[in-house]
């Protein structure tokens, strides 16, 4: 079964202190990840995936296949961090479309 | 850049009512997505769309349906509303050459009363 989870529903940690959100995966095939942010009053878009490997505003992420595991890290949370993130998985939909399949979010909060 | 336009941010509706979400795009992209978000459950697929006049259902397709009649639209329709069916709606699109991201739409958040 495909199957993305974040077992963290709201994560609050305080500014300049380090921060992960964690993402683990199910799928049987070779696995593409994504993770997607939702700041405040704004649309959902791509914060970064894994076959880039780069860093985008401080955030990082490793694909750990043998963890099944794709968290987000940063090493210092700035209070702008806040905002909503999802975890995604790249799979095949009916008529062999590409999509994506989101773990239900992590509330980020960073504190003053 | 990319712009995907859902042509209502906030909609109230009544229960048995037809509604009609609309979202456009307009980067010729295959691919066209309806999602429905609430907290606590994340995104969750509800139909799609690899091609005009295609569609497949996706998790949650029960009480939708969709129409593609041009390559840059994508509606969706909820045939009877009901209160359950009240939430924020997303729609998104993508080329369909291979694992490439999703753009979103703003949002429609509808309300079913």
């Known amino acids: 079964a495909q199957r993305v989870t974040q077992p963290e529903k709201l994560l609050s940690v305080f500014k300049g202190a380090p921060v992960e959100l964690k993402c683990n995966y199910s799928?049987?095939?070779?696995?593409?990840l994504f993770w997607y942010v939702q700041y405040s009053r704004q649309r959902l878009q791509l914060l970064l995936r894994?076959?880039s490997r780069e860093s985008i505003k401080g955030f990082t992420a490793d694909l750990n296949k043998g963890e099944t595991s794709f968290h987000l890290k940063k090493p210092f949370a700035q209070e702008e961090d806040s905002a909503m993130y999802y975890c995604?998985?790249?799979?095949?939909?009916?008529?062999?479309?590409?999509?994506?399949?989101f773990g239900k979010g992590t509330h980020l909060i960073i504190q003053p | 850049d990319v712009k995907v336009t859902q042509s209502s941010r906030y909609l109230v509706k009544r229960t048995g009512e037809k509604v009609f979400l609309e979202c456009v795009q307009d980067?010729?992209?295959?691919?066209m997505f309806w999602y429905r978000q609430d907290p606590g459950l994340g995104l969750r697929l509800i139909y799609f769309?690899?091609?005009?006049?295609?569609?497949e259902k996706g998790d949650i397709p029960e009480g939708y349906s969709v129409s593609r009649e041009k390559k840059e639209r994508f509606s969706l329709i909820l045939e009877s509303a009901s209160t359950n069916q009240t939430s924020m709606y997303l729609c998104?699109?993508?080329?369909?050459?291979?694992?490439?991201?999703?753009?979103f739409g703003s949002g429609t958040q509808l309300s079913v009363l």
């Open positions: 998104a699109s993508s080329f369909a050459r291979g694992r490439e991201k999703l753009f």
């Open positions: 980067m010729d992209h295959e691919n």
């Open positions: 799928y049987s095939g070779s696995p593409e």
């Open positions: 894994h076959i």
């Open positions: 769309s690899y091609d005009v006049k295609m569609k």
């Open positions: 995604a998985l790249s799979v095949i939909l009916g008529g062999g479309a590409d999509g994506l399949t």
